[in-house]
């Protein structure tokens, strides 16, 4: 009989489709489980695209991106990340994610190892998985602040290892990186000679402390990842973007001939028309987030349940250990009897247990309502 690879089949599904799988039986559930803005695409962009599609616009276009984009996304990185860059440093990339799989089939072989934070988005071991790459996972710790330490991940660094991924804004922990341990764990990298891979792509979304760019340390080591997702509420339009030195940006490029030829041509231009329009919304969208991140603060203080701080991104990270529940039970539990999807931490890595991850991003009545049912499945030992 044929059986699909065993590189597939041993790759693990991610645990929060899982969950929405789950969720997806029950219409009442409250969605707290996915990271997508609630709000809509804004309607200058859209207009664009369509626009540009009556015009015909619907060719191939280069794989490294048609150069008005990468030339508006290095304009952008200069203007707001303090990043110098021309387009020729750009790559646009099949959201985010592209350009993550491709900066990890660009730095690394089969049998490399790549250092990654526990807890972190489970996507990057998935990867890792499908490229015949080694994990290695260093631990965030709520005395550290759920931030990398780096003492602990030179300890981990071994002859193999290639690439050290940082996150900052943090998926999950909505922790960010500030300048001053940036510069620590990018001389770490300096000292190995180790690749950096930086996802970026939560970076207009901060809470009053700015995200750093580990690309303005070290860009002759460091791929910088963006992304139009959440900033512009464009998840399903799939655009991204890496910047990187030259020559690495063409390798870059190159990767994306046999994976996804380049980026569809309409996205781009959506693309272009939110980097060069407005950011009202962009703006609007933040302060809700932030706003949302306040009240659930303080639900959770009042019922003295501990989180990590949220700095940035979409997301709160919530301690749930006075449920006495392993955290995949919690969540399933959370499903079928409160009527609420959150994600077990144990999804972003071993370190995760006892921990749930919960999204902002949906109406705010909703989301407060599935706090205070979170609140009470805590107490009441799930």
Not at 167 to 196: C, Q, Y
Not at 279 to 303: C, H, I, K, P, T
Not at 356 to 378: H, P
Request: charged residues 25%; aromatic residues 8%; contains cysteine.
């Amino acid at each position: 009989m044929l059986h699909p690879s065993k590189t597939i089949r041993s790759m693990p599904r991610s645990g929060i489709r899982e969950v929405n799988d789950l969720s997806s039986r029950y219409p009442d559930v409250i969605h707290l489980e996915i990271g997508q803005p609630n709000f809509a695409t804004p309607e200058h962009i859209s207009r664009a695209a369509g626009e540009a599609a009556v015009d015909g616009f619907t060719y191939y276009t280069p794989n490294a991106g048609i150069r008005k984009l990468r030339r508006a996304a290095a304009e952008k990185l200069r203007r707001f990340n303090g990043i110098s860059a021309d387009p020729e440093n750009v790559v646009i990339t099949t959201g985010g994610v592209g350009a993550l799989s491709t900066s990890l089939l660009t730095l690394c072989d089969p049998g490399d190892a790549i250092l990654l934070s526990d807890p972190t988005w489970p996507n990057y071991a998935m990867m890792a998985v499908l490229q015949g790459l080694e994990v290695r996972r260093y631990n965030l710790r709520p005395e550290d602040g759920w931030l990398p330490n780096p003492d602990e991940i030179e300890k981990l660094i071994t002859p193999n290892c290639r690439a050290l991924v940082l996150v900052s804004p943090s998926n999950p922990t909505a922790t960010v990186i500030g300048e001053d341990l940036m510069r620590e764990l990018l001389e770490v990298a300096r000292r190995h000679d180790l690749w950096v891979i930086s996802d970026e792509v939560y970076d207009a979304i901060t809470f009053g402390k700015p995200a750093f760019s580990a690309y303005r340390i070290d860009p002759e080591r460091v791929i910088s990842v963006f992304s139009f997702s959440k900033t512009y509420a464009m998840t399903g339009w799939r655009v991204g973007y890496a910047v990187a030195r030259r020559d690495v940006a063409e390798q870059l490029s190159k990767c994306q001939e046999p994976t996804t030829s380049c980026v569809n041509s309409l996205s781009q231009i959506g693309a272009l028309t939110a980097l060069r329009g407005p950011q009202d919304d962009v703006w609007m969208m933040r302060d809700a987030y932030w706003e949302r991140r306040d009240q659930v603060m303080g639900l959770l203080s009042d019922a003295d349940i501990a989180y990590a701080h949220p700095e940035g991104a979409f997301y709160m990270w919530v301690d749930i250990s006075q449920s006495r529940l392993p955290d995949t039970e919690f969540v399933r539990r959370m499903v079928t009897d409160y009527r609420v999807a959150v994600v077990p931490g144990t999804v972003f890595g071993p370190n995760g247990t006892s921990h749930v991850r919960i999204s902002l991003a949906t109406d705010t009545e909703l989301l407060l309502e599935g706090i205070s049912r979170l609140v009470k499945a805590v107490r009441s030992g799930g």
